[in-house]
């Protein structure tokens, strides 16, 4: 790989160690994926929050980059182990708060934005159509590419930090037109009636286009919230972080249809959520906001749930950013949803906070969310909003 | 050529891609599975947990760890820099075409590493010199 004189220092450890160390990561993968150069990117996104996935040497990584510089460009924060100021109203122990903070602390000092979000691009780090960015969180990655046309690889935690000490990232992969081309086609013969089912369509075409860019036709709507969704679904279960729809994601009429064509019926929905589905009626956790809520959809949930009450069973969670719970509190949608019982779980979610073994079945909106969730042995029921919290109501699923 | 155990065997020398370098010595051991640092390696021990791989219940701290690359989290970096400071990481490493995870996991860790290698070439138990780009191991 090349590299300017400027770089070349910047390897050389003339900027101190954090940028040398990142350095010589962005170097090693530009020579692993045959990259001629380094490119500016206009923001990162870093994963790898959670104290629960880091462990100590991971705190001690991030506080060795920390004492020693800054990052150079817009960086955003995946979300934590916990909520930031109401850990303990989730059941976060005092040990694991401690260590949580030390981390976050960490990612202050090196100038990140403590957002601790997996969704930038509704509070503020929303990169142009055609941009480079540095972005590791799967669904993140996916929309960024997909939905705003911006280009990224899927970085790893430590990649994402290299990128945002050096500003920069080699330029390989989906940097490059040659390997944003759809590869293969995705008929969609069914409709679509609620925003699980785009969960659904994101698991069968991760497992009919596994490590493919699909090209989906057949699509007539989509809303920012089913576009979240299904990227969250089509890469957590084996697509590639990009595909096209035709007549809805923007670069789609420079594509070509591709030949080899996959289709998708209803009977394919049906079949994603019966493997998604667990055997249960029994619902003890309810959590809506992976990837974490917009502000439309928390409407919805104070909608759905006014003048109801949570069972005294289940813990209901909505999970999003603290920007846009902010937004909640003055809209008084936060009043409605914890006067019917449920709590807000901001900065995290429950594919990274430590919750093996606390609950027994989860009713969630998320195809993701049910895929972390078995990690953390749980039973999973996929439905929409109203089904979710009336399963929230009722502590079983689809009593009605 | 070395004497050992009243066989002679060949000195055999290969050559690689750096992707962390520096010079270690050690015994080579060797999978022909990829490995999930994150979830599939005990960070404590060194030994090999997960189910069903070749290696489970086998230790990699010291060794010159053979495989064709990594698998799994990203978070697996994380996990290797751990090993080190656990002192329960492997010395090197030796990839048949690495991927991101292992190859940033080395770095951070600072252990030898070195891919692009035909891996079936070497077996657990040999005696392995990694020295940048080259491997000798007999």
Not at chain 1, 8 to 34: H, P, T, W
Not at chain 1, 110 to 128: A, D, Q, R
Not at chain 1, 330 to 358: H, N, Q, S
Request: proline share 3%; charged share 25%.
């Amino acid at each position: 790989m090349e590299l300017t004189k400027q770089e070349q220092a910047m390897l050389d450890g003339k900027e101190g160690y954090a940028v040398r160390k990142s350095m010589e990561i962005l170097v090693a993968l530009g020579e692993i994926f045959d990259a001629k150069n380094l490119i500016d990117v206009g923001s990162v996104q870093v994963s790898g929050v959670s104290y629960h996935n880091l462990g100590d040497a991971g705190l001690e990584f991030l506080d060795s980059l920390a004492n020693d510089g800054k990052v150079k460009v817009l960086t955003t924060l995946n979300p934590a182990g916990m909520d930031l100021e109401n850990w303990q109203q989730l059941g976060i122990t005092p040990e694991f708060a401690d260590k949580q903070n030390l981390v976050i602390e960490a990612f202050q000092r090196m100038g990140i934005l403590v957002s601790c979000t997996c969704t930038p691009y509704l509070i503020g780090n929303l990169p142009l159509y055609g941009e480079h960015i540095a972005w590791s969180e799967s669904s993140a990655v996916t929309f960024a590419n997909s939905v705003l046309g911006a280009r990224t690889n899927r970085e790893g935690g430590p990649s994402a930090l290299a990128a945002a000490f050096v500003g920069k990232t080699p330029c390989y992969g989906l940097h490059l037109d040659e390997n944003r081309v759809p590869d293969v086609h995705v008929e969609v013969k069914t409709e679509l009636f609620k925003l699980s089912d785009w969960g659904a369509l994101g698991y069968a075409i991760g497992k009919k286009a596994e490590n493919k860019i699909p090209y989906l036709t057949g699509i007539k709507t989509a809303n920012l919230d089913e576009l979240k969704n299904f990227c969250a679904s089509a890469v957590t279960y084996g697509a590639k972080p990009l595909f096209y729809i035709k007549g809805i994601t923007p670069g789609v009429e420079q594509q070509i249809q591709p030949k080899k064509t996959v289709i998708i019926n209803a009977e394919d929905i049906k079949n994603a959520y019966d493997s998604i589905n667990d055997n249960t009626d029994e619902i003890d956790f309810v959590c809506i906001g992976c990837p974490h809520c917009s502000i439309k959809e928390i409407q919805e949930i104070a909608d759905l749930i006014q003048d109801k009450k949570v069972d005294k069973n289940v813990e209901l969670w909505v999970a999003t950013s603290r920007t846009i719970k902010q937004l909640a509190d003055k809209r008084g949608y936060t009043a409605i949803i914890e006067a019917a019982g449920g709590k807000f779980a901001c900065d995290t979610c429950m594919a990274v906070a430590p919750l093996k073994g606390r609950f027994k079945a989860l009713a969630t909106t998320s195809a993701k969310g049910c895929f972390y969730s078995r990690q953390n042995l749980m039973k999973t029921k996929m439905g929409s909003t109203k089904e979710c919290l009336e399963a929230a109501v009722n502590g079983k699923w689809n009593k009605n | 050529m070395f004497r050992s155990s009243g066989e002679w065997k060949m000195e055999q020398e290969l050559k690689g891609r750096i992707i962390y370098k520096g010079k270690v010595e050690g015994e080579a051991l060797v999978t022909n599975m990829p490995i999930s640092f994150y979830g599939g390696v005990d960070p404590n021990t060194g030994v090999v947990i997960e189910k069903g791989h070749e290696l489970e219940g086998i230790s990699i701290k010291n060794k010159i760890l053979v495989f064709p690359q990594g698998k799994g989290s990203t978070v697996g970096s994380y996990t290797l820099y751990r090993m080190k400071k656990n002192g329960t990481a492997p010395k090197g490493m030796i990839n048949k075409e690495t991927e991101t995870i292992v190859a940033v996991g080395a770095i951070i860790s600072e252990i030898p590493f070195i891919d692009k290698i035909d891996i079936v070439k070497i077996n657990t138990g040999n005696k392995i010199i990694i020295e940048n780009e080259k491997i000798i191991f007999r």
